[in-house]
């Protein structure tokens, strides 16, 4: 049974930075792509940033471009979100999810197979 569990959410000052971790467990994640999304109040979840569990590529949405950086451990099966420079329009729960990809890079229209509870993340200004 995979298992998502997201951790790190927490306040922040406008211009701080954090780091989201979510530990993942239940398979091999060889051919698969984890990453993550995020629901601000009143929106949709939205695709984030995302990393191939082999071979490192990377993605991102365009508000995370420059602010935002996506890694993984291998050896803890443990996803890392750095952000910096926050926003308090980055206020949101984060979540983690996982896709099967065949190794590919996440298309990020495409939903995960598996999801983590989220994480709050609150930026005030």
């Known amino acids: 049974q995979v298992q998502l569990v997201e951790s790190g959410g927490g306040y922040v000052q406008a211009g701080g930075s954090l780091t989201l971790s979510c530990a993942a467990s239940?398979?091999?994640?060889?051919?698969?792509?984890l990453g993550w999304f995020r629901q601000i109040p009143g929106k949709e979840r939205e695709f984030v940033a995302s990393?191939?569990?082999?071979?490192?590529?990377?993605n991102y949405a365009n508000s995370a471009k420059g602010r935002f950086t996506v890694s993984k451990d291998n050896a803890r099966t443990t996803l890392h979100l750095r952000m910096n420079a926050l926003r308090p329009e980055d206020t949101a729960v984060y979540y983690c999810?996982?896709?099967?990809?065949?190794?590919?890079?996440?298309?990020?229209?495409?939903?995960?197979?598996?999801w983590g509870h989220g994480t709050q993340v609150t930026v005030t200004p």
């Open positions: 990393i191939t569990w082999t071979g490192g590529m990377t």
């Open positions: 999810g996982a896709r099967w990809t065949g190794g590919e890079p996440w298309v990020e229209r495409y939903d995960p197979d598996y």
């Open positions: 239940g398979r091999a994640f060889n051919e698969y792509a």
